[in-house]
């Protein structure tokens, strides 16, 4: 008994002091976490995680865990943890949210919804789920219909480590400055939060065959401390950056540091002071003035995480205003950083509070008369489900570089983005519209809004190609012995991506009476209905298209009254549709209007026959076949159909009289 006594105290006494030692664990990752330096905080979670019996402790370090491979950006291993902290009897409700998040930041986008809408019925209140599924559902959309930006990893500049933040250094482009912690920077020190150097500022340059040289520290900038996100005015002679002091276990400042090029060698870099110490000032961004300067702080009354700020200055070299948050627009309940002015003032940033594709995604904003913004999200492939960031424009051309961990190693790299010029061609068809069939050899002439004429002919499938120009508009007029001249329109304006255009142009066989649709009249009337003016306008157009036609307007009543009445009538009918058209300018000598009365009724063709299954195909819509038929209905119908308007084409070699 007493051995079995002195066993349990002993027991005891290593279970206390394994408590004390675990505890001492938790307490040192908590300290780290607390200091932002997730990747020593993650591995002491881990062992505790992996020693700790008691499934309460189990679930938090679970959960901790994941939140230090979010913080550090590892999207990857965030979606292990969170799934497993999801799963456990102890899970934070949050823990679905950040798992749902973990699953949009890889891509994963029917899976986030679904997570997101489990999120939703144990968080009910909470109005994020609702706006990041319709982020996932734009995500697919622009996924399936990207921008036509192309988009390459620059491999020469990028390295193992975190490279980003990139910045153009001379007026030609062929120098870039940029972020990295790879192992030539000046810190000899690990992050604490990240596990890499501390970053500093490089420079590359690109030679006449178009390669970047070996990136190397820019002089006179960096320090033992983090270095990076450099951005240079108009006339790149002056410098911004940031500069971040870590401490042991404890968070310091980031400041916007300047410095001025004498010569070819960087000033002394100093720091602006445009906030306290111990305040986030980071990301700067000079505009193309020079006068306004955007970054980024996290500092108290904002609109919540990191927002962008703005200080101004009356002329260079003056003081700085006290800075300005720059709005609701702007800014967002999540984060905003990494601001870029183009040239012409639009502003560029990356957000992960505005509806995106997945971490970060960068945005440009257009500044508006009532000081407002207008915000857009720049799509794929520019955006993707990672984090995107950093972006920079060679001027007004669009063509730049920009930051990205896409390629989902929780690494940033470089890559480099550019619109290729708009390309557009055009395929075509020329067919019988009768028949459906090819027209072989008709000659197909391009008339361009820009006054370029190009000719083409069809070959045996009736088919014709171009090159189209981009900003044009085009006719496409198609002409052949035999047939009425067709014509199509294309445009090529406001078109922001190369297209392939398919066009088809009828033409219509001269060899027989050609039916003007939907041409009315009252009962017992000549004069046309305004419904009728629709067809004649058409007719109109055709008759320009045709310049050397001529032809005979036709018009036919049905079966009903007398033989004289039905030609009178018939023929002033024709006569109106005569008037109309040389009111809209055609020469009265390309017209002739003849009645037909009831002499020539209506052979049913395919179409008839198809609208109407009691009429057969080369049936004449005679009054004896009319008053046979089963009923009244049917008998309108045929009427109806009998009561047309029609042209035949008389001659194909008008010439018009001199006035």
Request: with cysteine; charged share 30%; net charge neutral.
């Amino acid at each position: 008994m007493r051995k079995f006594l002195l066993f349990y105290i002993l027991l005891s006494i290593c279970l206390y002091v394994d408590c004390g030692a675990q505890k001492r664990k938790v307490d040192r990752a908590y300290e780290f976490y607390n200091a932002g330096e997730y990747y020593l905080a993650m591995d002491h979670f881990k062992s505790t995680y992996s020693k700790s019996r008691d499934k309460a402790i189990k679930a938090d370090m679970v959960f901790m865990v994941a939140e230090c491979y979010r913080l550090m950006n590892d999207p990857k291993n965030a979606e292990i943890w969170y799934k497993k902290a999801v799963r456990t009897a102890y899970a934070k409700p949050i823990a679905q949210y950040w798992f749902a998040e973990s699953l949009k930041k890889n891509g994963k986008y029917s899976q986030a919804v679904d997570e997101y809408r489990k999120y939703k019925q144990l968080a009910p209140s909470d109005a994020r789920p609702d706006q990041e599924i319709r982020a996932c559902e734009l995500a697919q959309e622009w996924l399936r219909n990207p921008e036509a930006y192309k988009v390459d990893d620059l491999k020469e500049l990028n390295s193992k480590d975190a490279d980003f933040s990139p910045a153009y250094a001379r007026d030609d482009f062929g120098v870039v400055y940029f972020t990295s912690s790879r192992d030539d920077a000046m810190g000899n020190r690990t992050h604490g939060a990240t596990g890499q150097n501390y970053t500093d500022i490089f420079e590359s340059r690109i030679d006449k065959k178009g390669k970047w040289s070996i990136p190397v520290a820019v002089e006179g900038l960096n320090s033992d401390f983090e270095d990076g996100t450099p951005n240079l005015t108009a006339d790149y002679r002056e410098i911004f950056f940031t500069r971040c002091e870590v401490g042991k276990r404890e968070r310091k400042g980031c400041e916007i540091i300047h410095s001025d090029k004498k010569g070819d060698v960087w000033s002394e870099p100093k720091n602006l002071g445009l906030m306290p110490d111990s305040i986030i000032a980071a990301h700067p961004a000079i505009s193309p003035d020079g006068l306004t300067l955007y970054f980024v702080s996290d500092i108290k009354g904002g609109f919540g995480g990191k927002d962008i700020y703005y200080v101004t200055r009356e002329k260079p070299g003056s003081p700085w205003s006290k800075p300005v948050n720059a709005g609701p627009d702007i800014n967002t309940g999540g984060d905003e950083e990494f601001p870029y002015v183009r040239n012409d003032g639009t502003l560029y940033f990356a957000s992960d509070g505005h509806i995106g594709m997945g971490g970060l995604d960068i945005f440009k904003a257009k500044s508006q008369p009532d000081g407002s913004w207008t915000v857009q999200n720049m799509k794929a492939p520019v955006n993707s489900s990672a984090d995107d960031f950093g972006i920079v424009f060679q001027n007004s051309t669009e063509a730049g570089i920009f930051s990205s961990t896409r390629k989902g190693k929780g690494n940033d790299e470089l890559y480099s983005f550019e619109m290729p010029p708009l390309k557009f061609n055009i395929t075509g068809l020329v067919k019988d519209e009768k028949t459906g069939a090819p027209v072989q050899g008709s000659v197909v002439q391009l008339i361009a809004s820009d006054a370029s004429n190009l000719q083409a002919e069809t070959g045996i499938g009736g088919d014709f190609r171009f090159v189209l120009k981009p900003a044009v508009d085009y006719i496409f007029l198609a002409s052949k012995n035999g047939y009425l001249n067709g014509k199509e329109r294309e445009t090529t304006k406001g078109q922001e991506k190369s297209r392939d255009f398919m066009i088809t142009i009828l033409l219509t066989p001269i060899d027989k009476p050609i039916e003007l649709p939907n041409i009315f009249y009252d009962y017992d009337k000549w004069d046309l209905r305004p419904e009728s003016m629709v067809s004649l306008d058409k007719l109109v157009e055709t008759l320009n298209d045709n310049p050397k036609i001529t032809i005979e307007l036709m018009s036919h009543t049905d079966a009903r009254n007398t033989e004289e009445y039905n030609l009178v009538l018939s023929q002033k009918r024709a006569q109106s549709a005569v008037d109309y058209l040389v009111s809209k300018g055609i020469d009265l000598a390309r017209l002739t209007a003849k009645g037909y009365g009831k002499s020539t009724p209506k052979f049913v063709d395919a179409e008839i026959a198809a609208h109407n299954p009691f009429m057969k195909v080369g049936q004449q819509l005679t009054e004896e076949f009319i008053n046979n038929l089963a009923n009244n209905e049917q008998k309108e119908i045929a009427h109806q159909i009998n009561r047309r308007t029609e042209f035949k084409v008389l001659r194909t070699d008008y010439v018009p009289t001199k006035k």
